[in-house]
């Protein structure tokens, strides 16, 4: 439910009488599905890499490019990770493809095989590559590493789509 309120509060108009920022190559909104290894580092019960999904939206902002709100879910070696995050990031259109650089605040809850259990808070930086198979849809390929709980790197590729 939490979940939900959120999206809401993200993609709701803060105030109409505001001038709207410019479109960003493509389109105001982006969503994105994608899968890919997610590395874990110094987490009680995580030893092996995790397989990983997930999805992705985002809005273009006022004070940065884009804001994107996400999750990523692994069920793999008996253990269990969500990660729901916010992130503000930075694109740059870069000789045919787009470049982005991002940060923000994840909420971690994570249950191993030992019996480890944790809800956490924690921080993220990455950087994105995309590149356009048509107006609208691109391909997406993600690097972001996760301080909280531990360190995990996560590596990822995708599709998006601008609208």
């Known amino acids: 439910m939490k979940l939900f309120i959120l999206l809401l ?3 709701s108009n803060p105030a109409l009488a505001q001038v709207a920022a410019p479109a960003k190559e493509g389109g105001e909104m982006a969503l994105s599905v994608y899968t890919g290894p997610l590395l874990p580092n110094n987490i009680d019960g995580v030893t ?3 397989s990983s999904w997930g ?4 809005k273009v902002g006022e004070w940065v490019d884009f804001y994107e709100v996400g999750f990523l879910i692994s069920n793999s070696e008996g253990v269990e990770i969500f990660d729901y995050y916010f992130s503000a990031k930075k694109e740059v259109n870069t000789e ?10 994840d ?6 095989n030992a019996g480890t259990s944790d ?3 924690g921080i993220h930086v990455g950087t994105a590559f995309l590149v356009h198979i048509s107006e609208k849809i691109l391909f997406r390929t993600d690097m972001k590493y996760n301080i909280g709980p531990g ?9 998006e789509t601008r609208f």
Request: proline share 0%; net charge negative.
């Open 96 to 105: 045919g493809f787009l470049t982005q650089i991002y940060g923000g605040v």
């Open 107 to 112: 909420y971690f809850t994570y249950d191993s």
């Open 9 to 11: 509060s993200f993609l």
């Open 48 to 50: 092996e890499i995790q």
């Open 55 to 58: 999805a992705r939206l985002a």
């Open 151 to 159: 360190n995990m790197l996560f590596i990822g590729f995708g599709l």
């Open 119 to 121: 809800n956490v808070f």
